[in-house]
């Protein structure tokens, strides 16, 4: 219940609708991320325009195809969880983030790691 509070004072705060989809403001951005690692520290994201993406686990990426590069991962979040643009947790520095094929919106974004295409999703939505 505490979450649902937690987003949901998020959303209304911090949200803006900027080029079809959601941004939220830099202390936002910390205090999601925050949240999501204190719930779960080993948790797969990037940071990537202001907006916190989640890697989606069990998905059959075989039919997804990706397209332009959106950038490429400059740093990972250190121990003083300075969330950056272009930082991650768990994604090796250099790695290449694509836009999908045929996908206006910025919802979901690929990550190319080893050559395993890898699955993100926006985690606040407005």
């Known amino acids: 219940m505490k979450y649902l509070l937690f987003v949901f004072l998020v959303l209304m705060v911090g ?8 941004h939220i403001s830099r202390s936002s951005v910390e205090g999601v ?10 948790a797969d994201l990037f940071v990537f325009e202001e907006r916190i993406y989640l890697k989606k686990d069990n ?17 990972n979040l250190s121990p003083s969880l300075t969330f950056e643009n272009l930082s991650a ?5 250099n790695t290449k983030i694509y836009k999908l094929k045929n996908e206006n919106s910025l919802d ?15 985690a606040v939505e407005g």
């Open 33 to 42: 991320a925050s949240h999501i690692l204190s719930q779960n520290p080993d």
């Open 59 to 75: 998905v059959d990426t075989s039919n997804i195809t990706r397209g332009e590069i959106a950038g490429e991962i400059e740093s």
């Open 15 to 22: 949200c803006q609708d900027v080029n079809s989809g959601t």
């Open 108 to 122: 979901r974004l690929i990550a190319d790691v080893d050559g395993k295409v890898i699955l993100y999703q926006v």
């Open 89 to 93: 947790t768990n994604i090796p520095i």
